[in-house]
C-alpha cells in the first residue's frame, strides 16, 4: 500500500543539526512531492517547504530558508529533510506528506498532501 | 498567528451537523483551493476534504466543504463521537508562495 515511514525519534542540543528521512512505498515516487510539515507541542501545523521527487526543485518557507535543506534519493525512493542551527522552539514532530502540484495562473502551487508519515519526534533540549 | 483563522472550538450533539469556518484573504482562499485535515490525537494529520469540496476514497460523505470569496466552511453531519478531534484548513497563499494553514478547530461531541 502507499506508505511514507519516517525515521525515529531524535534528541538534540541546542546549535546543532537534524537530518529525517522519509521512505517511500507503493507509488511512482517522481510522480509526485514531498512537503515537509511541522507541529510544536500543543500547536498547530506549520509548512517548511516541498521538493519534487521528480526534479528535486525546491520550494522552502521564507522563514526556514538558509536553514534547511530538503533533498530526495530516487534509487531508495527517501525523502530527506536537515534542519540546521537548532534552537529549542524547534522542538516539535515533524512530518513529510506526499503532495502533487497544479498549475494556477501560471504558477507551480502545491496540491493536498494526501499520504501522511507517522512523524517524528525531535527535542531540542540543552 | 496563523494566516487563517479558525474558531478554537465546535461542539455538537450526536446526530447534528457541525460547521467550521475558515477565513482568509485574496491571496489565499479567494484565488486558490481550500483543503481539509482532521488529525486524531497522537495521530498524523488525514486529508479530509481537496479543492474545496472534494473527497478522497474512503472520507464518508458526512464531512463536505465549500468555499465563497475568501472563506471557507466544513460541514459534518450526522456528528459522530469519533468526530471528536481537531481539524485544520489550509490554502496556497500567492503573496507567500506556499501553503498555510489555519491554527485548528477542536470539535467536542456533547
Known amino acids: 500500500q502507499v506508505q511514507l515511514v519516517q525515521s525515529g525519534a531524535e534528541v538534540k542540543k541546542p546549535g546543532a543539526s537534524v537530518k529525517v528521512s522519509c521512505k517511500a512505498s507503493g507509488y511512482t515516487f517522481t510522480d509526485y512531492g514531498i512537503n515537509w510539515v511541522r507541529q510544536a507541542p500543543g500547536q498547530g501545523l506549520e509548512w517548511m517547504g516541498w521538493i519534487s521527487d521528480y526534479n528535486g526543485n525546491t520550494n522552502y518557507a521564507q522563514k526556514f530558508q538558509g536553514r534547511v535543506t530538503m533533498t530526495t534519493d530516487r534509487s531508495t525512493t527517501t525523502a530527506y529533510m536537515e534542519l540546521r542551527s537548532l534552537r529549542s522552539d524547534d522542538t516539535a514532530i515533524y512530518y513529510c506528506?506526499?503532495?502533487?502540484?497544479?498549475?494556477?495562473?501560471?504558477?507551480?502551487?502545491?496540491?493536498?498532501?494526501?499520504?501522511w508519515g507517522q512523524g517524528t519526534m525531535v527535542t531540542v533540549s540543552s | 498567528q496563523s494566516v487563517l483563522t479558525q474558531p478554537p472550538s465546535a461542539s455538537g450533539t450526536p446526530g447534528q451537523r457541525v460547521t467550521i469556518s475558515c477565513s482568509g484573504s485574496s491571496s489565499n482562499i479567494g484565488n486558490n483551493y481550500v483543503y481539509w485535515y482532521q488529525q486524531l490525537p497522537g495521530a498524523a494529520p488525514k486529508l479530509l476534504i481537496y479543492r474545496n469540496n472534494q473527497r478522497p476514497s474512503g472520507v464518508p460523505d458526512r464531512f463536505s466543504g465549500s468555499k465563497s470569496g475568501t472563506s471557507a466552511s466544513l460541514a459534518i453531519s450526522g456528528l459522530r463521537s469519533e468526530d471528536e478531534t481537531d481539524y485544520y484548513c489550509a490554502a496556497w497563499d500567492d503573496t507567500l508562495s506556499g501553503p498555510v494553514f489555519g491554527g485548528g478547530t477542536k470539535v467536542t461531541v456533547l
Open positions: 506528506a506526499r503532495g502533487a502540484y497544479y498549475y494556477g495562473s501560471g504558477i507551480q502551487k502545491i496540491d493536498a498532501s494526501d499520504i
